[in-house]
T-cell receptor
Framework: AQTVTQSQPEMSVQEAETVTLSCTYD???????LFWYKQPPSRQMILVIR??????QNATENRFSVNFQKAAKSFSLKISDSQLGDAAMYFC??????????FGTGTRLTIIP | DTEVTQTPKHLVMGMTNKKSLKCEQH?????MYWYKQKAKKPPELMFV???????INESVPSRFSPECPNSSLLNLHLHALQPEDSALYLC???????????????FGPGTRLLVL
C-alpha cells in the first residue's frame, strides 16, 4: 500500500522565524511526485511546492523549500521568514504513478505574532 | 492562470431535495476530480473524469451523480442526501491523468454543503 504520513498534527512558529514540517511516505514506485498543499481557513487548497522523484535537486519556491531524501522516503517543507498569512493546514501529498493523490493527515501551522 | 471556480460557495439542503454543484476551469485541462472533505481531515477522492469520461468512481453512493458535459465543466448532482454527507466538496483539475510532466492538480475553493 502507498501511504503518506505527517506525524505533526500541530506546529507553531514565531513570526519571521523558520519552521519545518515533516512528511514521510512509502511506495514501491520509482516514478512519482510529491506535493505540499496549503489550506487556509478560507478553505481553498493551494499548491505550495512540488518535487519530482527523479530530480535530485530540492525544489524551492520563494520562502518555501523542501528537503527531499529519496532513500529515507522523507519530504519535509521548510518555511523561512514565517508570515501571518502562512497560518493554515498543510497537507503533504503524492501521486504514485496514477491519477490518485494520496494525502497525509495534515499539519496545522499557527504563526505567533 | 490556475483558476478553478466552484458554485455555489454554500449550500443548505434537506434530505428530499435535489441540487447540483458546479465546477469550471478554462486552463485546457482534460482531467477533473471531485473530492469530499470533512473538517480537519484530508480530501477524499470521489470521482475522476478523463477526457469527459468517468474513469474512477471510488464506490460513492448513487445519491451522488457526477456529470461532465464538456471539457471545462464538471457537475455533481445531489439527491436524497443524508446529514453525514455534510462536508466541503472540492473540485480539482489537471492537464491530464497521470502524465509525467503534467500531473499537478489545482483545486477550486469548494462548496460547503449542509444537509438537514
Amino acid at each position: 500500500a502507498q501511504t503518506v504520513t505527517q506525524s505533526q498534527p500541530e506546529m507553531s512558529v514565531q513570526e519571521a522565524e523558520t519552521v519545518t514540517l515533516s512528511c514521510t511516505y512509502d511506495t514501491s514506485e520509482s516514478d512519482y511526485y510529491l506535493f505540499w498543499y496549503k489550506q487556509p481557513p478560507s478553505r481553498q487548497m493551494i499548491l505550495v511546492i512540488r518535487q519530482e522523484a527523479y530530480k535530485q535537486q530540492n525544489a524551492t519556491e520563494n520562502r518555501f523549500s523542501v528537503n527531499f531524501q529519496k532513500a529515507a522516503k522523507s519530504f519535509s517543507l521548510k518555511i523561512s521568514d514565517s508570515q501571518l498569512g502562512d497560518a493554515a493546514m498543510y497537507f503533504c501529498a503524492s501521486a504514485f504513478g496514477n491519477e490518485k493523490l494520496t494525502f497525509g493527515t495534515g499539519t496545522r501551522l499557527t504563526i505567533i505574532p | 492562470d490556475t483558476e478553478v471556480t466552484q458554485t455555489p460557495k454554500h449550500l443548505v439542503m434537506g434530505m428530499t431535495n435535489k441540487k447540483s454543484l458546479k465546477c469550471e476551469q478554462h486552463m485546457g485541462h482534460r482531467a477533473m476530480y471531485w473530492y469530499k472533505q470533512k473538517a480537519k481531515k484530508p480530501p477524499e477522492l470521489m470521482f475522476v473524469y478523463s477526457y469527459e469520461k468517468l474513469s474512477i468512481n471510488e464506490s460513492v453512493p448513487s445519491r451522488f451523480s457526477p456529470e461532465c458535459p464538456n471539457s471545462s465543466l464538471l457537475n455533481l448532482h445531489l439527491h436524497a442526501l443524508q446529514p453525514e454527507d455534510s462536508a466541503l466538496y472540492l473540485c480539482a483539475s489537471s492537464r491530464t491523468v497521470w502524465n509525467r510532466e503534467e500531473e499537478t492538480q489545482y483545486f477550486g475553493p469548494g462548496t460547503r454543503l449542509l444537509v438537514l
